[in-house]
Nanobody
Framework: VQLVESGGGLVEPGGSLRLSCAASGFTFSNYAMRWYRQAPGQERGLVAHISSTGDYTLYGTSVKGRFTISRDNAKNTVYLQMNSLQPKDTAAYYC????????WGQGTQVTVSS
């Protein structure tokens, strides 16, 4: 079971990034997926959640209206579209699922700075 994130990088305030998380080793379409983030010195917090079918989504208060989670079950991939990025969004972003055991990706760094 593996989750591999990609798409992070350095972006200026107001810019956009799209993160991807490629899943393998389990039946992706059976499981809800989440994105978390962790800034230095802070606890890891939930960014967004998507149900197994993609019909239901949930967002953290600080990203609601700016970020969009989506998934492509044919490609075993979950995405996080991040718009109107702000310096406070700077963090390592992690993909997560629970297939009876918690599974985390290795993380991808997002830095928002001018």
């Amino acid at each position: 079971v593996q989750l591999v994130e990609s798409g992070g990088g350095l972006v200026e305030p107001g810019g956009s990034l799209r993160l991807s998380c490629a899943a393998s080793g389990f039946t992706f379409s059976n499981y809800a997926m989440r994105w978390y983030r962790q800034a230095p010195g802070q606890e890891r917090g939930l960014v967004a959640h998507i149900s197994s079918t993609g019909d239901y989504t949930l967002y953290g208060t600080s990203v609601k209206g700016r970020f969009t989670i989506s998934r492509d079950n044919a490609k075993n991939t979950v995405y996080l579209q991040m718009n109107s990025l702000q310096p406070k969004d700077t963090a390592a972003y992690y993909c997560y699922t629970n297939t009876n055991v918690p599974v985390w990706g290795q993380g991808t760094q997002v830095t928002v700075s001018s």
